[in-house]
């Protein structure tokens, strides 16, 4: 049995958990969420991320795990962004910069709606970390909404826009 199984328990059966560990990174999570939803979309906001976050993303994407991914990163990470930006735009089809320092997932697909709310960024820091996940539709939905509001009002889409920098 994988540490993960003993720390996250299946959504099927607990629509509000809360973890607080350091002995799991936020992929491992994602990825036993995915293996009980099956293939679905995936939002993703973060303060930073990094290059063995993004490695264990297009692994799911080869998988099949994932249908859409997007991704909305801070501002202030873009210098690190730059350098990872070709791997991202390989990895996510939608990424957008902005002013967050959020660390939200949310996973949907048919079946499911998976929001998870964590203290942990796309990175790995081998620290205690926290999180909520909920199965609860009201809350993914509050949540999309807003991430929804923020790509379209307040966000850069980086479609390219390294492309000269770099």
Partial sequence: MKLVDLIIKPIS???????????????????????????????????????????????????G?????TMLI?????????????????VFDDVFL????SK???IRNSKWMVSICTSQNQTR???TESGMITTDPRVFLDLQDRFAEIVNTNAIQLDGLFNSAT
Avoid: C, W
């Fill in 13 to 63: 059966g607990t629509p509000l958990q809360a973890y607080l560990d350091n002995r799991i990174q936020l992929f491992d999570i994602i990825e036993k969420i995915l293996s009980e939803t099956g293939p679905a979309e995936i939002y993703i906001s973060t303060f930073s991320t990094s290059e063995e976050f993004l490695r264990k993303i297009f692994k799911l994407r080869q998988k």
């Fill in 65 to 69: 795990m994932l249908t859409k991914a």
């Fill in 104 to 106: 939200v997932i949310l």
């Fill in 74 to 90: 801070d501002l202030k990470a873009s210098r690190k962004t730059v350098n990872l930006y070709t791997f991202i735009s390989n």
């Fill in 98 to 101: 902005t002013e967050n320092h």
């Fill in 125 to 127: 820091g081998n620290r």
